[in-house]
């Protein structure tokens, strides 16, 4: 019923709020000596760049957690599991964004890249299984099918590219870094944007298609 996924959402609220709070506790207050202040906070810049990246990154996935809810009218136990599982990798994610922190610059930072990859591979994957699950339950809205199409093949990408994320890190990390950044700025779009981005690019295939039969 729609006020047990009401349920489902604000616990999730609730803990996608603590996850991104202890985020900025991996950031420490640096010791410096008298007037060395600045270089000391300058030095510490690899804990500013983890914290803003996975700042972001949790923000997108409650802004796409939202999208789903929004979509999904009805809930049943293995909605529950599932959407904790999700939360599960949530909640994990300071840790890897901590050890990333520290460990930039060091001889350590592709291990360090591997595991956060790793572990935000695992949130996009369960956030797909919940997405999955819901529409082969038909726990969806049926009124919203236009936008939950959407939805699906945006959820699609999301393993696949986390997963070469995870594949760069082992090349170059900074270019896995990258790739982090331009993943959560690509997932915040509006769905408006990326279903008309995408019903563009179907009509030029078949534009292109037609052309080529004729």
Request: hydrophobic share 55%; charged share 15%.
């Amino acid at each position: 019923m729609q006020t047990e996924t009401k349920r489902i959402e604000s616990f999730s609220d609730g803990v996608f709020a603590v996850a991104i709070t202890l985020l900025i506790l991996e950031i420490k207050a640096p010791r410096a000596t008298a007037g060395n202040l600045a270089h000391a906070l300058a030095e510490d810049w690899p804990s500013y760049l983890a914290f803003v990246l996975s700042f972001f990154y949790i923000g997108v996935m409650w802004i796409d957690h939202h999208r789903v809810f929004a979509h999904i009218r009805r809930s049943n136990d293995t909605l529950v599991i599932l959407n904790l599982l999700l939360l599960l990798g949530v909640s994990a994610a300071p840790f890897p964004t901590g050890l990333l922190a520290t460990n930039l610059g060091t001889p350590d930072q592709r291990t360090a890249q591997v595991l956060y990859d790793a572990v935000f591979l695992a949130i996009t994957t369960f956030f797909n299984v919940l997405w999955r699950y819901a529409l082969s339950r038909q726990l969806i809205d049926k009124s919203l099918s236009a936008s939950a199409a959407t939805i699906s093949r945006v959820a699609a990408l999301g393993p696949w590219m986390y997963a070469a994320c995870l594949a760069l890190a082992y090349v170059n990390v900074w270019v896995s870094l990258f790739f982090n950044i331009v993943l959560a700025i690509f997932f915040a779009l509006p769905l408006d944007w990326v279903r008309k981005s995408m019903m563009t690019e179907r009509r030029d295939e078949s534009h292109a298609n037609d052309e080529g039969h004729s």
